[in-house]
C-alpha cells in the first residue's frame, strides 16, 4: 500500500511507517503547494497530512480510490470529514499525547506575558541592565489569581490542575460539568460571561467549529477585566484577531500570549508591534517526546487502516457502523 506524507516526520515515525508502506515524502521543507497535494493524493492509498494542509473535497474527491487520511495533529478542522465519511473514508487524529506538552505551553504563555520574560530577556541581552530597580518590568502576579478555561476537554484540564501549586481559584466554560477539576480543585462551571468578567486569565482550549469561531471578539473583550490576560494554544480562528489587537493597542486587557493566529502563518501586521503580547509559532505540540509519539500514533493509524481494522484514533467512527 502507497502512504503520500505532505512532510517528513520524526525519524521513529518514518522507520515505522517504512516497514508498512511504500512511502512518498514531500520532498521540500514547506507545506505542499495544491498541485503537490492533488499530485500526491492521487498516488497514494493513505494521505498522511499535516494541520497546515487543506484537505477539502476537491482533494479528496481526487482519487477515488482513496482508503485514509492521517492526520497529523489532534485539531483536524483542515479536514472535510463530510466529504470523506461520505465516502467511507476513514479519518484520524492524534489526541491525548500532546495534551501535557500543550498544557505546559499554555502556562510557559501564561508566565512569559505576565512577567514580561521576553521583554526583559531582550533589555537584559541589550546590555541595558543597569542595576536593581524598584519599578524595573513590573508585571501582573500569576499566584493567587483566577484562571479561566474556557474548554475544560483534555487539554484545558491538563492546564487547570497545573494551577494547584499555584492557588489560583478556578472558573471554567463547558458544555459539560468537570467533575475531576470540581472535585479536586473547586472549579466551578460558569457561563463565558461570569467568566469573561471574573478571570484573570483566560485561556481557549476548544476545537476550531462554526460555533467557536471568533468566540472572542470585541464584545468579550469588553467583558474583561482590564487587567487580564488572554491565552490562546488552540485555533487562531476562535478569536476576532483585529478586536484583540484593538484590544491590546487600548489597554482594553492587559496582554495576551499566542500560539495561533487567525490567517497563520500570517500575522495581523500590528501585533509584532505590540509589548503586550508573546507570540509563539504554533508549537504547543513541540517536543521532541511529543512529536514523535504523534508520528508513531499516525503509523498505527496507517496500519489499521490498511490491516481493514478501525483505527485507534479514529474522527469518524460512524463509517463503521
Ligand atoms: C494539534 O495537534 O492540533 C496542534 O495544534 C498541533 O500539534
Redesign the pocket.
Known amino acids: 500500500m502507497k502512504c503520500f506524507l505532505t512532510r517528513r516526520l520524526p525519524q521513529a515515525a518514518m522507520e515505522q511507517l517504512e516497514t508498512t508502506f511504500e512511502l512518498r515524502v514531500n520532498p521540500y521543507d514547506r507545506v505542499c503547494t495544491k498541485e503537490e497535494l492533488l499530485e500526491g493524493v492521487r498516488w497514494c492509498d493513505i494521505l498522511l497530512c499535516l494541520?497546515t494542509d487543506p484537505i477539502d473535497a476537491e482533494i479528496i474527491r481526487a482519487n477515488p480510490h482513496l482508503q485514509g487520511i492521517v492526520n497529523y495533529?489532534?485539531?483536524y478542522n483542515n479536514i472535510d470529514v463530510a466529504a470523506a465519511t461520505a465516502r467511507k473514508i476513514p479519518v484520524t487524529n492524534?489526541p491525548g499525547v500532546?495534551t501535557e506538552t500543550t498544557a505546559d505551553l499554555a502556562w510557559a504563555l501564561i508566565f512569559s506575558v505576565a512577567r514580561r520574560i521576553v521583554e526583559s530577556d531582550a533589555f537584559t541581552r541589550s546590555g541595558a541592565f543597569a542595576g536593581w530597580a524598584p519599578q524595573l518590568f513590573l508585571g501582573g502576579d500569576v499566584w493567587g489569581k483566577t484562571l479561566g478555561i474556557i474548554g475544560a476537554g483534555r487539554i484545558g484540564t491538563a492546564v487547570a490542575l497545573r494551577s494547584a501549586g499555584f492557588n489560583m481559584p478556578l472558573l471554567y466554560v463547558d458544555e459539560h460539568p468537570n467533575t475531576p477539576l470540581e472535585q479536586q480543585l473547586g472549579a466551578r462551571k460558569v457561563s463565558l460571561t461570569e467568566l469573561l468578567q471574573q478571570a484573570d486569565f483566560v485561556s481557549l482550549h476548544v476545537p476550531l467549529l462554526p460555533q467557536t469561531t471568533h468566540l472572542i471578539g470585541m464584545a468579550e473583550f469588553a467583558a474583561m477585566k482590564s487587567t487580564a490576560y488572554l491565552i490562546n494554544t488552540s485555533r487562531g480562528a476562535v478569536v476576532d484577531e483585529a478586536a484583540l489587537v484593538q484590544a491590546l493597542q487600548t489597554g482594553r486587557i492587559a496582554g495576551a500570549g499566542l500560539d495561533v493566529y487567525e490567517h497563520e502563518p500570517l500575522l495581523h501586521p500590528a501585533l509584532k508591534a505590540l509589548p503586550n503580547v508573546v507570540l509563539t509559532p504554533?508549537i504547543?505540540?513541540g517536543s521532541k517526546d511529543t512529536r514523535t509519539r504523534?508520528g508513531l500514533i499516525c503509523a498505527e493509524n496507517a496500519a489499521a487502516i490498511k490491516a481493514g481494522k478501525m483505527p485507534p484514533q479514529i474522527v469518524n467512527p460512524e463509517i463503521y457502523r
Do not use: P, Q, R
Open positions: 494541520l495533529a489532534v485539531g492524534t500532546l504554533h504547543a505540540s504523534m
